[in-house]
């Protein structure tokens, strides 16, 4: 015949065996949320620095124009510094004279991953000089810095 203290015993064995097995199976999901999360917040970073790159280059483009970008810029390359792994491409092709060019814009991250942006742009004067876009004094910004800690104002 089995005593009280016995049956006690085996159940508290149990007992012990199943919370192990319950901590471990919410170890390992908690292991498994945290390498998801990191994945999708790697992603997103790399979502982000893809449009700002897809930014500056269709920015590049309808700055310069379609016509005068194709011929002083590379249309395949890699990035500079702080991207050098990100390899980038710029198709422009024309509809005809007058018509919006059709600017297509794709970036490749160091994983293969490739993001794309399209858009159309104006045509420009060609016969007008390009424009130098500077201001008219320079700027001190570390003086303005000073004058506005200083509650100078601007």
Known sequence: MVSGR???RGFALIDAILGGALLALGLASVVTLSQ???AMLQRGEHEAMAAAILDELLAQVVVEGPRRYAEIRESTGRLAAPWPDWEY?????SEGDG???NVLAMVRDPAGVEYRCATRVAPQNEEAEPVERAPEKPIDRPGRLDAQESGGGN
Do not use: G, N, Q, Y
Not at 89 to 93: D, G, L, R, Y
């Open 6 to 8: 016995s049956r006690r």
């Open 89 to 93: 491409a710029v198709e422009i092709e």
């Open 36 to 38: 998801r999360s990191l």
């Open 99 to 101: 018509d919006a060019w």
